[in-house]
């Protein structure tokens, strides 16, 4: 069981980058309203593009952040342990 757990690949869940991509959606969509509130212009803006776009780039990070990114922080501490032994 710790064999399994400490070998495991790390894997990106479609859940994750959901949750990822409503966050970053929601977080463009609060700054919109924030600056419709400042008297900015939402036409002169394309603000539904660019909540879809902060949505996908949120998905992507929590893609890399899983697949990738643990796997190098892995390594990282692996090195590190090695070098202290």
Not at 17 to 46: I, Q, T, V
Not at 52 to 76: F, N, Q
């Amino acid at each position: 069981a710790y064999k399994k757990i400490e070998q495991e690949e790390n894997k990106a869940e479609w859940t994750h980058e959901l949750l990822s991509a409503a966050a970053g959606f929601a977080a463009m969509r609060a700054y919109n309203k924030k600056k419709e509130e400042e008297g900015a212009n939402p036409e002169d803006d394309h603000h539904l593009a660019k909540q879809m776009i902060a949505a996908l780039a949120a998905a992507s990070v929590d893609h890399l952040v899983e697949t990738k990114g643990m796997d190098w922080v892995d390594r990282h501490k692996a090195k590190k342990e090695a070098e202290e032994e």
